[in-house]
């Protein structure tokens, strides 16, 4: 899920005005990224019903192996998070294993100097199928899809904006499908506030279905089933949703809402247990719900990390950043308005925790460039 608007990341990162020397310079602003880059994340494990879903191992790379294939052209996938689950809940009977270390990130797509190229990242669980929200002018929700996990993704087609027409103007939705790839999560939050400090009031959290993956036609059912936030998520089981809540837009918070069956409506959101909130955003909860990835802010770079705890019912431990892709670091140049950085923000993982997406924003020299990036192990 991604929001503020037409990419307020990039309005964030705007000159402040004035010369160079003696202005005081403006981050750039990854936090509303979050805000404005959801992701879904259809990435843990089965899904429920037992349909679709990933087989673990099946396809890619052995440990250790390199590059992703990359997709040409078009607007790609950005932002996402997969649900994360409060204690007891959001695990799956599928194999997953988080250990190891990525291999060298590959291009997948590249906005260029013109902004984001998508955001709200979400894969199936297969690996199979790329969902994401194409921001601005364009606004829409595509997704790309192969045959094979080895080839790449083919070009993007929308899914019909009749789908989301719930959304207040010139907001996308923040999305996440499921690991079977045939139920679509959804929040639209607004973002056009009067005021830079005025909270993102939560919104409600929408499905939609389809019969099968042969088809895009989905439709919204007619009842939301509760409230939640930007960068919407959902765990592997669909019984927990996370999101980033922006009540206070300086401060973010993860939450997590749950439900005892399919059939509910997702519960407040609550903070998931011992989980350090120190600038989180971007939840995406592993298949078996013992590893929670997201995006976390330190000083000036946002880098992708992973919690882990023993067992459903404990404590998420530290963030640690070992075996994930490393965040470039650029040097920052005095003489321009806007702090020289780049983040790395939005990851979603295949079910086997095997292949990982996200979206590489970078601020060099006054140029803005919005970058999918994957990795393989």
């Not at 790329?130 to 993704?153: C, H, I, K, S």
């Not at 939609?208 to 592997?236: H, K, N």
């Not at 298949?287 to 992708?304: A, E, R, Y």
Request: aromatic residues 6%; hydrophobic residues 35%.
């Amino acid at each position: 899920m991604r929001r503020i608007g037409l990419g307020l990341a990039w309005a964030m990162a705007a000159v402040l005005g004035g010369a160079c020397g003696g202005k005081e310079k403006e981050e750039p602003g990854d936090d509303a990224v979050a805000g404005t880059t959801s992701s879904a994340s259809g990435t843990g494990g089965q899904a429920s019903g037992g349909s679709g879903g990933s087989v673990a191992g099946t396809g890619g790379s052995a440990a250790g192996a390199g590059g992703m294939p990359s997709s040409q052209g078009g607007a790609g996938p950005g932002g996402a998070s997969n649900g994360g689950a409060p204690a007891g809940v959001g695990g799956s009977a599928t194999t997953s294993d988080c250990t190891g270390t990525f291999g060298t990130p590959t291009l997948i797509l590249d906005g260029g100097a013109s902004g984001i190229p998508a955001q709200s990242l979400s894969v199936t669980g297969d690996d199979l199928e790329l969902f994401y929200e194409v921001p601005g002018d364009a606004l829409g929700v595509m997704v790309r899809t192969r045959a094979q996990r080895d080839a790449p993704f083919g070009e993007a087609k929308e899914i019909a904006p009749a789908v989301f027409d719930f959304c207040p103007p010139e907001e996308g939705p923040s999305i996440d499908i499921s690991d079977d790839g045939l139920r679509l999560y959804m929040t639209c939050v607004n973002t056009i506030v009067a005021n830079p400090d005025d909270p993102f009031e939560p919104a409600p959290i929408h499905v939609a279905d389809r019969t099968s993956r042969s088809t895009l036609d989905f439709v919204r059912r007619p009842q939301p089933i509760g409230m939640g936030g930007i960068s919407i998520s959902v765990s592997a089981d669909e019984l927990a949703a996370f999101w980033s809540d922006y009540t206070d837009t300086s401060n973010p918070t993860v939450l997590s809402g749950t439900r005892s069956s399919l059939s509910g409506a997702f519960g407040a959101g609550t903070e998931p247990l011992g989980l350090d909130q120190a600038v989180l955003r971007h939840p995406e909860l592993s298949t078996d719900g013992l590893h929670l990835f997201g995006s976390l802010k330190t000083g000036t770079l946002t880098s992708i990390v992973m919690y882990t705890r023993a067992s459903l019912g404990s404590a998420f431990g530290n963030p640690s950043s070992e075996g994930l892709p490393v965040t470039p670091v650029i040097p920052d140049d005095p003489n321009t308005p806007t702090v020289e950085s780049v983040s790395d923000l939005s990851p979603t993982l295949s079910a086997d925790c095997r292949s990982l997406y996200f979206l590489r924003l970078a601020f060099d020299a006054g140029t803005n460039r919005g970058q999918v990036w994957g990795a393989r192990r």
